[in-house]
């Protein structure tokens, strides 16, 4: 099928691990749609309450200048206060050649953690020749799990770089 790649993992036996499988389906067969999609195998020793598996579906449509994205992710081991489930949603519109602007969130839910940790930011990128400036501002609420107001942040970035 045009668009389709599939992929496959094993790794063996160690001395103190299982063996473990992924496998993996990449499928780019409408133009700028991107759907993957990703199983493995999670081992951290020879017992089944650190055993388990981890999950990844990411979607992605470029229509124009705008590009969305979604990502989910669950990893899910026998210890249940271990699992955790990451859900993403970025929106970047690209105003000209040299400029685009990124809105972005994530959300990670972690059993057994009174509040999720949540987390957003808007991104501006400017290119010219060999230049790039950037700047974001950033927000964590929960950023640890919990409800102290230590775990909340906000963060502005500057950057700059050259290529010669």
């Given at each position: 099928m045009d668009g389709l790649t599939v992929t496959a993992s094993f790794a063996p036996k160690g001395a103190t691990t299982e063996?473990?499988?992924g496998f993996g389906v990449?499928?780019?067969?409408v133009e700028g749609l991107s759907i993957k999609y990703a199983v493995a195998d999670v081992v951290k020793g020879n017992t089944d309450t650190a055993n388990g598996d981890s999950?990844?579906?990411n979607l992605s449509y470029a229509y124009g200048p705008i590009t969305v994205a979604y990502s989910d992710m669950a990893y899910d081991i026998g210890t249940a206060t271990a699992d955790v489930d990451t859900t993403a949603l970025?929106?970047?519109y690209t105003v000209s050649d040299e400029l685009s602007v990124s809105y972005a969130q994530e959300t990670i839910d972690r059993d057994g953690d009174p509040?999720?940790?949540e987390y957003e930011g808007i991104t501006a990128a400017y290119t010219t020749g060999g230049m790039t400036l950037s700047a974001g501002m950033y927000e964590a609420d929960s950023?640890?799990?919990g409800t102290d107001t230590n775990?909340?942040?906000e963060k502005w970035t500057?950057?700059?770089s050259f290529a010669f």
């Open positions: 063996s473990r499988t990449n499928y780019t067969g999950t990844v579906l970025k929106v970047t509040t999720d940790a950023a640890n799990f775990q909340d942040y500057l950057g700059a």
